[in-house]
């Protein structure tokens, strides 16, 4: 039921072409990439921020448990 053939695929973008035309298409595409874009961003700055937090929260824990003399 997922696998897509070529004919599937060829009528959807007939259909595609037929909906939108041929000048709205790269306006389509080229928004479509911007929120791909934006999405991948802000994925990667959460993946950052969470390894901060994680290094923050292991060097907190090293300092906190060292015995004191």
């Known amino acids: 039921m997922g696998n897509l053939g070529f004919q599937e695929i060829l009528l959807i973008?007939?259909?595609?072409l037929v909906l939108f035309g041929g000048r709205?298409?790269?306006?389509?595409?080229?928004g479509l990439g911007k929120g791909i874009r934006e999405f991948n961003d802000a994925k990667s700055n959460v993946k950052k921020e969470l390894e901060e937090g994680m290094k923050e929260k292991d060097q907190t824990t090293t300092t906190t448990t060292t015995p004191q003399p």
């Open 24 to 30: 709205k298409i790269p306006e389509f595409m080229r």
């Open 13 to 16: 973008a007939v259909v595609v």
